[in-house]
C-alpha cells in the first residue's frame, strides 16, 4: 500500500509538472490548480486518504504527500508569476499597455500664505535684503521693551498676547509669549550684527484676539529693517514704491499717512489702491533712537526704517479671497485653488 502510494504520489508530481509547463495564460493555469490542488483535487484527495492508513504508513505517505502538494503550490505560484510578467512584456497583450505615459498620481501644492512670502520675499532679495528665521516663542524683552514699549506702557493694549505659562518672575508676572509681531527680529538683528543691515524676516504671528473675516489668532508678518548712516523717510518710501509696483503691478498708487508704533518715529502706515478702494497694507516708519540705543547703537551714527506687513491679507487682495479664517481651516476645496 506504502509503496503503490508512494508511487502515485511521484505520477502526481510527474504528469502534473508535465503539464504546467506548458501552459501560458491565467485561465489554464487555474483549471490545473483545481485538477490538482482544488477541494476535489487529485493530490487533495490523496492526502485525504492519509488518514485511513495504519499509523507507520501514515507517517511516511503523509509526509511525501504534503512535501508533493508544497512542491505543486511553489510550482503554482512561479509560473502564475512568470505568466503575469510574460504579459506585461508582451506588446500583444490587450490588458496592459506599457508603452502608454504613466498616470500622474497627486502632487502636493503650495500654500497660499507660502506662495505669497515666497513672492515678497523674492522682491526684497533682489533688492539686496537678506531673508533671516526668528523664534515663535519670544521674550516680552525683545517682543517689548527693547521696542520701546515698557511694562505698561498703553501701546501693549495694541498687541493682545498669548503669555506663557513658563519662566515667571518671583514676582508671578509673565516673561515669555508667542510673538505678536515679527518685530523682536529688529532687536535680535541689530544686538547682533553692525550696520548696514538689510534683512527681513518671514514669520508666524499669534494674537489673542476675537477672529473675523481679517482676524487671525494666528498669521504671518513679514518684518523689513536696514540700518546703516545716512538712511533716511525717502530711502523707506523708495522701497515700499518699488516693492508695491513690483507686487501689485507697475501702475499702482500708494498712498503714506501717518500712524503710530512706539518703536518708530515717525510712524507710517501704507495703502495701495485696489479696485479703487484705499487698502491698508503695511506699517512702517523709521527705526525709534530709543530702539537703536536699547542694541548699543549711537543714533547720532545710524539710522534706520523698518516695516511690517501681513501676507494673508496681502493674498487676499491678489486672490480675491473674502475670508481670513480660509487659510487655516484646511478645507481642500480652498487649498486646491492655488
Ligand atoms: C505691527 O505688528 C507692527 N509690528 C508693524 C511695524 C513694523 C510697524 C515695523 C512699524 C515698523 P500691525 O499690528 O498693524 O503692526 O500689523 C501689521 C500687519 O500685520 C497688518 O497690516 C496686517 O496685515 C497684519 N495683521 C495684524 N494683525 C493681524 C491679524 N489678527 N490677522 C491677520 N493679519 C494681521
Not at 490542488?37 to 485511513?52: C, I, P
Request: charged content about 25%; glycine content about 6%; some cysteine.
Amino acid at each position: 500500500m506504502t509503496i503503490s502510494t508512494l508511487n502515485q504520489i511521484e505520477l502526481i508530481i510527474e504528469n502534473s509538472l508535465t503539464e504546467l509547463t506548458v501552459i501560458d495564460d491565467l485561465e489554464t493555469l487555474e483549471n490545473w490548480r483545481i485538477k490538482y490542488l482544488g477541494r476535489s483535487g487529485t493530490l487533495t484527495q490523496l492526502l485525504r486518504s492519509v488518514s485511513e492508513l495504519p499509523l507507520e504508513q501514515r507517517k511516511i505517505v503523509g509526509a511525501a504527500a504534503n512535501s508533493a502538494k508544497n512542491e505543486l503550490e511553489g510550482k503554482l505560484l512561479q509560473r502564475r508569476e512568470d505568466i503575469q510578467s510574460n504579459d506585461l512584456k508582451s506588446n500583444n497583450s490587450d490588458s496592459i499597455d506599457i508603452t502608454l505615459p504613466g498616470r500622474r498620481g497627486p502632487i502636493g501644492h503650495f500654500h497660499p500664505s507660502t506662495l505669497v512670502i515666497r513672492e515678497i520675499s523674492s522682491i526684497f532679495s533682489q533688492m539686496g535684503f537678506q531673508v533671516v528665521d526668528g523664534p515663535e516663542v519670544e521674550w516680552d524683552r525683545y517682543n517689548f521693551e527693547m521696542l520701546n514699549i515698557p511694562k505698561d506702557h498703553p501701546a501693549r493694549d495694541m498687541f493682545d498676547t498669548f503669555w506663557l505659562d513658563i519662566n515667571r518672575e518671583v514676582d508671578g508676572a509673565f516673561t515669555t509669549l508667542l510673538r505678536t509681531h515679527t518685530s523682536p527680529m529688529q532687536a535680535r538683528v541689530m544686538e547682533t550684527t553692525s550696520p548696514p543691515i538689510r534683512v527681513i524676516i518671514p514669520g508666524k504671528c499669534y494674537r489673542y484676539e476675537a477672529t473675523d473675516a481679517t482676524h487671525e489668532s494666528q498669521f504671518h508678518q513679514i518684518e523689513g529693517l536696514a540700518v546703516d548712516k545716512g538712511i533716511t523717510f525717502a530711502n523707506l518710501k523708495h522701497t515700499l514704491f518699488e516693492f508695491a509696483r513690483q507686487m501689485f503691478g507697475p501702475e499702482t498708487r500708494v498712498r503714506f499717512r501717518c500712524d503710530y508704533f512706539p518703536f518708530v518715529e515717525p510712524g507710517v502706515d501704507m495703502s495701495i489702491e485696489w479696485n479703487g478702494k484705499w487698502l491698508e497694507i503695511l506699517g512702517a516708519g523709521m527705526v525709534h533712537p530709543n530702539v537703536l540705543r536699547a542694541v548699543g547703537y549711537d543714533p547720532s551714527i545710524y539710522s534706520g526704517f523698518a516695516f511690517g506687513m501681513g501676507p494673508e491679507r496681502i493674498a487676499m487682495l491678489k486672490y480675491g479671497i473674502n475670508d481670513i479664517r480660509h487659510f487655516l481651516q484646511s478645507d481642500i476645496r480652498f487649498l486646491r485653488q492655488f
